[in-house]
């Protein structure tokens, strides 16, 4: 079984752009969170989608942003980009009546 | 939000001694609890959970034990071995998946020395 994939694995852009994070769930899974993981700042929750609809954001400006697609697929959108988004940028799916996460291996956003 | 701490952010032991690791929580209405590992360049791997009508479950090396009465989370490792070298982040949430989802805690770097 294939687990959570995200792409791309690194991604460098310049301040003021804007960056398309996507994450591929375990098949199954209807539940998507992404999560922004800063150096030193542990695991900052940014958004949990289920069943298509976003159900809850965490304590993020409205520049972060995204969907989930019928397949369950999601994907992050991060406008004007700050210096400070530079962030391992994590994925994480589960299934109902599951209450572990399975996450992807991030993808690694710098801006510069 | 509450938030989850730990209290030591870097951990050092000798490989084969056992290693514990440990975590406050904060918000008493958590009712399910995790511990996952970290390895550089990798997304967290679950390890173990425990949800709040236990105070022990083990795992294969792995024991978490959970004190609601002083909202602490501990997990411990035997006979530590130098792949289990990581980050270990334990995480607090509700069993429903929770509207924030899961709350991390800052991490701890086990290190393991020869």
């Known amino acids: 079984e294939a687990g959570v994939t995200q792409s791309p694995t690194h991604l460098i852009k310049t301040r003021g752009q804007q960056a398309t994070l996507r994450c591929s769930p375990i098949?199954?899974?209807?539940?998507v969170y992404w999560y922004q993981q800063a150096l030193g700042l542990g695991l900052q929750f940014l958004l949990w989608?289920?069943?298509?609809?976003?159900?809850n954001r965490g304590n993020f400006p409205p520049r972060f942003s995204g969907r989930q697609f019928p397949n369950y697929s999601s994907e992050l959108n991060v406008n004007a980009l700050e210096l400070e988004d530079s962030a391992l940028y994590l994925c994480?799916?589960?299934?109902?009546?599951?209450?572990?996460?399975?996450f992807g291996s991030g993808t690694r956003l710098t801006v510069v | 939000g509450e938030s989850v701490g730990l209290h030591l952010p870097t951990l050092s032991v000798q490989e084969g001694d056992n290693s514990i690791i440990n975590c406050a929580y904060s918000n008493s209405a958590s009712d399910y609890f995790i511990w996952y590992k970290q390895e550089s360049g990798k997304g967290p791997q679950f390890i173990i959970d425990?949800?709040?009508?236990?105070d022990k479950r083990q795992g294969q090396r792995v024991t978490v034990l959970l004190n609601k009465t002083v909202k602490h989370l501990s997990l411990q490792i035997a006979a530590t071995q130098p792949g289990d070298s990581a980050v270990y982040f334990c995480?607090?949430?509700?069993?429903?998946?929770?509207?924030?989802?899961?709350?991390f805690g800052k991490g701890t770097h086990l290190i393991i020395q020869p």
């Open positions: 995480a607090e949430g509700d069993s429903g998946g929770g509207a924030d989802g899961l709350t």
């Open positions: 098949s199954g899974h209807t539940s």
């Open positions: 425990i949800r709040s009508n236990m």
């Open positions: 989608y289920d069943e298509g609809e976003e159900r």
């Open positions: 994480a799916s589960r299934t109902r009546g599951v209450y572990g996460y399975t």
